[in-house]
């Protein structure tokens, strides 16, 4: 009696958590029990993050067509990235309240969480090694490269909100890629969401062809090559495209200031220039899945 009545206080909390989760501003939200993260890499599992872990709540949040199909634009930077990072974490700040305030250890997994940037000479983070309790997981991950401590797009998967595609984007059934998550982790035994079984990348292979970095290939996230995503500059050369030439234009040496920077700070640029939608975002337009046809 006492197990069942256990089970179905947690079956109650867990539709209170998501009824909650949802008038904080979730477009979605899922549960994932931390079996489901036994394939994650030594230091990536949540259980590393938190231990006694049991729970992961991940939940989505949508792009707007608006700002998204008509890239670039500073729109897209502003309410796709930076706007909506801190939209996303106060969701998660407010799902992790949620918990504590009824007992459980709960750690809101903020947007901005890559731990390493070891790209061409760029350096990792420098807090995280002398901040992560256990030094030998730390090591490893430092030796990988553009990963955050947990896998957002797997996490939401495993909490049963989508899939996967080929374009290495989590992909839901009301909006294809055109997505956003967070993430919080959890002692709470909650009640888990059923993976989404079925496929929902149509493997026309859209993304693939149009991907103006060649980051994107036929065999999928496994081949991804974040680098040639995130570096979209380097595939013109030395010179930036005309487009991020008229953006910048309005703000008298910008150019040449850019074209002065060096190692991180250039970097921090370039991670701007592409969060504007240089590129077009032909990793998300293109795709076919939860495409609406507006007015």
Known sequence: ????????????????????????????????PVERFAPAPVGFHPTDLLPGAKSVVGFTVPQLAGYCENTPNNSYTQYGYIFKNLYIDRIAWEIARFLDNHGYWALPYCREGQTTTQV??????????RNYRD???????????????????KAVEAAGLGRIGVNGLLLTPEHGPRNRMGVVITTAE??????IKEELCNHCLRCVKECPAGAITENGPSEFNPIKCIMTVQRWGTTYPEAVKRMLSRRQNAWDNVTRLRGDAKFVVYNLIVGTGLCGSKCINPCPVGRRTMK
């Open 135 to 153: 030094q030998e997981k730390a090591a490893a991950k430092v030796k990988l490269t553009m990963r955050g401590d947990i896998s957002m797009r």
């Open 120 to 129: 061409e000479g760029f350096n990792p983070n420098p807090f995280f090694e």
């Open 1 to 32: 009696m006492a197990v069942l009545t256990k089970k179905v206080k947690m079956s109650e909390l867990t539709g209170e958590l998501k009824e909650f989760g949802i008038a904080m501003g979730a477009e979605t939200i899922g549960v994932a």
């Open 190 to 195: 909650l009640e888990p969401n059923p993976v």
